[in-house]
């Protein structure tokens, strides 16, 4: 039984922040703090390693022939200090496959037979492809020479499978146009906590991946346009070099360069007229590849200043259903939220070469890349791309596990959707959005599992209870701790985790011990409260006294959560006064607290209003308190 408590903890070897009251932490992660990977003031530590392999990939895509197929030589580094006798193969598209387990159902065109393995090799050797029905997303394999540390191996494999008819995450998006995610076998991660990470893709979590360095050819029909991931090698010999000397220019071009128009493709004069062309990325560092490829998608380009100091530019790119109105703008939107998430939040300049925002269903982030879905709402379109862009930053900077803290990344670019949203739409329009989105389900739904803590891992967990402790609760949460630290001192805080750790793989104790390190207060009364606790929002107004120097307001916390909230009070002579309470109200006691009102007026009424931190019941929030 999954047990949520808070322990008090000895420190363990290394340098330790010491906390009056100690984070709850699982043993296997306890084990990666005393083994010296990590510390407790947020810092890796010195024993921290991770692997890595670089990836030499190539697949041939034939539309409308569904089948994809694809070559790989896999050079895997092992830097951890363990001998590993096998190894962990993901498959993720084995998720089509009859009989996959899943989080919902699926119709028929969905399923496929999966990703069958044609040949793998391991050092050169042929190895016979073993392949159990048990697992489905994810195969181990033996080792035949166990892989020493800082030893390396070579796996090689060729594969096959169909692109499935129901476009999602991946998938045919029309008979011409395919999104290629997930695409190709992975090493899944060896980390320093968990060892092999053997979580079944379930096609509603997310993803975990080390940071691998890519070299990727597609393969495709003349006059198909391929986009994604990664830098596009030696353009000028896949595009005709009008088209060619157009991409060139978009690398520096603040307006929007339409490379390929609908009348190009239809004139099928684009690409070199090759029978085939092999469009080459590569990426470094680098946690996943995706592209999509088309022979009717529009395309446009321009580029934007990302980081001031050194005046580095970044592309922006969109490929699009010419049909599509609101895609007409994407380029713009893109130019927009990578300076903006440069600038502002979270202040970090953009960190790679290249954004493309390719048209699908999926409404899904990649590295460099999202799948996002065409509406009547020009607006709603450029707040999905806003909210996929801004996971740039998590998962991809930062190697979260998705798949198990899935509220590391979602939360955050759902934290960095309503602060861009503030200032694109007017804050009254960006909070009742994010009201009616993020919070409005979770806090009017009285059921048992929107009361697990934030903290519970998320592969154990599924529908809404899922959704909003990935989303909403801890978007609040870190909104919450802005609130409390102040702008400045928040973003010092934010930055440092995020300097300690991008390539990395951080927990969330490693983000909790950062900020407590950082901003030199002991904020685990905080963090227990919003992250590992059962609470909701919900305060009530006990009693309002008066006394010589005016009031004295007293709140019972009934939710528990430590929120913050305004007190917007109407004096009798008409006037009115609102007093600002940050989370800092409840650290003595997060059951009950008092306001001190000073003032020679006398207050007619008053209401606790928590704005985004909607309240579970508003009935108890004024005074006079209401009638029975």
């Known amino acids: 039984m999954f047990r949520y408590t808070l322990l008090l903890m000895l420190a363990v070897a290394g340098s330790f922040y010491v906390n009056a009251q100690s984070l709850y932490m699982p043993r296997d992660i306890t084990q990666a703090f005393k083994k010296g990977t990590r510390t407790m003031d947020g810092q890796p530590g010195k024993n921290y390693w991770q692997n890595h392999a670089r990836y030499n990939i190539n697949v041939t895509a034939l539309p409308p022939d569904r089948t994809i197929r694809g070559k790989e030589e ?54 016979r492809w073993r392949e159990s029905n048990a697992f489905f997303t994810w195969q181990p394999i033996r080792l035949q020479e166990p892989l020493l540390p800082h030893d390396s191996v070579k796996l090689t494999f060729d594969w096959h499978y169909q692109v499935s008819k129901v476009s999602n995450r991946e998938g045919m998006i029309d008979s011409t146009t395919y999104f290629l995610a997930y695409f190709y076998p992975r090493v899944a991660v060896y980390d320093d906590y968990n060892g092999w990470d053997q979580m079944t893709f379930n096609d509603a979590l997310e993803f975990y991946n080390d940071f691998n360095d890519y070299t990727v050819t597609i393969n495709v029909p003349k006059n198909y346009i391929v986009g994604g991931t990664g830098t596009l090698q030696q353009p000028e010999k896949l595009l005709q070099p009008a088209f060619a000397q157009k991409l060139q220019a978009s690398q520096t071009s603040d307006e929007v360069i339409h490379i390929a128009t609908l009348q190009d493709l239809q004139a099928k004069n684009v690409t070199t007229q090759n029978e085939m062309n092999s469009w080459q990325f590569k990426a470094t560092n680098i946690p996943d590849m995706a592209f999509g490829i088309s022979d009717h998608f529009v395309w446009d380009a321009a580029s934007v200043v990302v980081d001031e100091t050194t005046k580095r530019r970044a592309s922006v790119q969109a490929m699009y259903n010419d049909t599509a ?28 070469e ?68 503030r200032e694109d739409q007017g804050v009254e329009k960006a909070e009742a959005l994010y009201k009616q989105f993020r919070v409005d389900n979770w806090i009017h739904d009285a059921s048992s599992e929107q009361d697990l803590p934030i903290i519970t891992p998320g592969d154990i967990l599924g529908g809404a209870g899922l959704g909003n402790n990935e989303y909403g609760k801890p978007s609040l949460g870190y909104l919450a701790m802005k609130d409390m630290l102040g702008d400045d001192l928040f973003k010092k805080c934010l930055h440092a985790f995020m300097e300690r750790w991008h390539g990395k793989h951080p927990l969330p104790w490693d983000l909790f011990n950062t900020f407590n390190n950082v901003s030199g207060k002991n904020l685990n009364w905080f963090w227990a409260n919003w992250f590992f606790s059962n609470y909701y929002i919900d305060l009530a107004v006990k009693q309002l006294a008066a006394n010589a120097q005016g009031y004295t307001l007293h709140i019972k916390n009934i939710g528990g959560m430590a929120t913050p909230f305004d007190v917007n009070i109407t004096y009798t002579d008409g006037s009115t006064e609102t007093l600002h309470q940050t989370p800092l109200v409840w650290e003595a006691s997060q059951k009950e607290t008092q306001v001190r009102i000073s003032t020679k007026k006398k207050i007619q009424s008053l209401v606790l209003d928590g704005g985004i931190f909607m309240d579970a019941d508003t009935d108890n929030n004024v005074w006079p308190l209401p009638k029975d």
Do not use: C
């Open 354 to 421: 290249k954004m493309t925002v390719f048209q699908g269903y999926a409404d899904m982030e990649y590295p460099m890349m999202a799948n996002d879905g065409a509406t009547n709402d020009t607006a709603f379109t450029k707040f999905v791309a806003e909210h996929e862009i801004a996971h740039t930053y998590m998962p991809f900077y930062m190697g979260i596990n998705e798949t198990r803290y899935g509220f590391m990344d979602e939360g955050w670019a759902t934290t960095f959707e309503l602060l861009i949203g």
């Open 74 to 127: 896999i050079t895997y580094v092992n830097n951890s200090p363990d001998t590993l006798e096998h190894m962990v193969i993901k498959l993720l598209l084995n998720i089509h496959k009859p009989g996959a387990p899943r989080l919902g159902g699926v119709p028929a065109d969905y399923l496929t037979e999966g990703v069958k393995i044609d040949g793998f090799s391991v050092n050169g050797q042929a190895r």
């Open 325 to 352: 109105a609101d895609f007409h703008h994407m380029v713009s939107f893109e130019q927009h939220a990578l300076s903006w998430l440069s600038r502002k939040w979270p202040g970090i300049p953009y960190p790679y």
